[in-house]
């Protein structure tokens, strides 16, 4: 389902978030678990055991109250079912369809998704997937999203000789002392952090 709301379109940070935010809103709830690919949007460095995530990914989960656990590289067994998914979607869902834009495509997958897919009967438990949900998945999600999440900005940015960094088209003043030194900043639509070697300094 989150495939269809964004996530296999691009991999870019929002559309991942927009894709979980949708998945939140079609479920009625926030899993416990993610259980993502490598993306670069989610994982900064891959690895076997402790894989790092994206600051802004990690500041989402935990915004929303799930845990991130990203599959293993090279491990098909991670994501065997999900996979075999795929070839259903694509036979069921996209095949000789045609969308007028993505809204088009995504409220028809919402609605395939509840009538159609939800209403199979299942090769592996020989049940209905709809059922199944609503009587043991549902009951275990946590609350959805009252709002709309607000999506930070990360960025790197070298302090000019002007005592100025630019983020996203707008200059900000930063102590003089900082000439030539990398700060990190955070910013959304209210406040602009600005940090050096983790000390907030702006």
Request: hydrophobic share 40%; with cysteine; glycine share 6%.
């Amino acid at each position: 389902v989150m495939g269809c709301y964004g996530i296999g379109v691009t991999r870019t940070l929002q559309a991942v978030i927009e894709g979980c935010e949708r998945a939140w809103e079609f479920f009625g709830g926030v899993f416990a678990v993610l259980i993502p690919d490598n993306m670069k949007a989610i994982v900064s460095e891959a690895d076997p055991v402790a894989p790092k995530l994206s600051d802004a990914f990690t500041e989402y989960a935990q915004s929303r109250g799930f845990e991130v656990d990203p599959a293993r590289i090279r491990a098909p067994t991670d994501k065997a079912r999900v996979e075999r998914s795929v070839s259903y979607v694509r036979a069921s869902f996209f095949a000789g369809e045609s969308f007028t834009d993505i809204a088009d495509a995504q409220a028809r997958a919402a609605r395939w998704c509840s009538e159609r897919a939800g209403l199979r009967l299942h090769g592996t438990t020989c049940r209905l997937p709809k059922e199944v949900f609503e009587a043991e998945e549902r009951p275990r999600l946590a609350p959805a999203p009252a709002g709309p999440y607000d999506l930070p900005l990360y960025a790197s940015c070298k302090v000019h000789r002007d005592h100025h960094i630019q983020v996203a088209c707008a200059l900000y003043s930063v102590p003089g002392c900082l000439i030539g030194r990398r700060v990190s900043v955070r910013a959304d639509s209210r406040l602009v952090r600005i940090s050096y070697q983790g000390r907030l300094v702006k």
